[in-house]
């Protein structure tokens, strides 16, 4: 055996011993880096996934709302129209969340879809939405003011 390894044959036995030792921890490294590794990718969370973009102007939100038609289709330009809680439907307000910015309303008129309109704009000819509210608008109408309120939770 000696003539087939002559390299082993050379090495002092103390040597040896102390190859087979690294060897070994050199084997006892490997697995606890691979157990390791094991563990960690079992354990780690899933990456989350990117955060979408959220629009959060108002006034866009309620345009994107009423853009969806979600009361019907858009309504077509008509004649005057008088405000009376039979002809007008408050759906929705955001009111103004700082000094200076327009309040929005989702209105629907005469049964036709609701809209979201801005504080000054006109909901229908001759109706203006004069001011939003907590839990109503104010509509103007021929230089008098009327209030259109939201309906009670659970009533529609």
Do not use: C, N
């Amino acid at each position: 055996m000696a003539d087939t390894f002559p390299l082993a044959a050379s090495l002092r036995p103390r040597a040896i011993r102390w190859l087979g030792r690294l060897a070994t921890i050199a084997m006892i490294a490997l697995f606890a880096w691979t157990g390791a590794r094991v563990f960690w990718s079992l354990t780690l969370p899933a990456t989350p996934e990117a955060p979408t973009a959220v629009d959060t102007e108002p006034s866009r939100v309620a345009q994107a709302v009423a853009a969806r038609h979600l009361f019907g289709e858009a309504p077509q330009q008509g004649t005057r129209t008088t405000v009376t809680e039979s002809t007008a439907k408050l759906y929705g307000v955001v009111t103004p969340t700082a000094k200076g910015q327009p309040g929005i309303a989702i209105i629907s008129v005469q049964g036709k879809p609701a809209l979201a309109i801005r504080e000054g704009e006109e909901i229908a000819p001759g109706l203006t939405l004069h001011r939003v509210l907590a839990r109503a608008v104010e509509v103007s109408q021929g230089g008098g003011i009327q209030v259109l309120r939201l309906p009670e939770r659970g009533k529609t």
